[in-house]
């Protein structure tokens, strides 16, 4: 089982950009799929990206497809979620999720791991 923690969120401008990194804990984390996930509240949790192992495979949702590019650094447990041209919309907490089976799928339900989350604030 995997530690995830979430970092890099913060207070931005609409249309500039932002890194989110998601550091493992674990041996294991280059056999998990891994995933970017964002809530805001009094809403329900919805999909943002996912990652294979490898990193070749890629699922966005489509809100952010274009704008967002999700990676991963299996030698460094992490991965990351780059964010362009952003807009006020985006703002939520965004959260990382792993799964070691479904695959770099969008239902929340697949993944067994997550972090507590990072704060990302898009002002126009």
């Known amino acids: 089982q995997l530690q995830l923690v979430e970092s890099g969120g913060g207070l931005v401008q609409e249309g500039t950009s932002l890194r989110l990194s998601c550091t493992a804990s674990?041996?294991?984390?280059?056999?998990?799929?891994m995933a970017w996930f964002r809530q805001v509240p009094g809403k329900e949790r919805e999909f943002v990206a996912a990652?294979?192992?490898?990193?070749?495979?890629?699922n966005y949702a489509d809100s952010v497809k274009g704008r967002f590019s999700i990676s991963r650094d299996n030698a460094k447990n992490t991965m990351y979620l780059q964010m362009n041209s952003l807009k006020p919309e985006d703002t939520a907490r965004y959260y990382c999720?792993?799964?070691?089976?479904?695959?770099?799928?969008?239902?929340?339900?697949?993944?067994?791991?997550w972090g507590q989350g990072t704060q990302v604030t898009v002002s126009s």
């Open positions: 674990g041996r294991a984390f280059s056999t998990h799929y």
């Open positions: 990652l294979s192992w490898t990193g070749v495979e890629t």
């Open positions: 999720a792993s799964n070691r089976r479904a695959g770099p799928v969008s239902e929340q339900n697949e993944y067994d791991n």
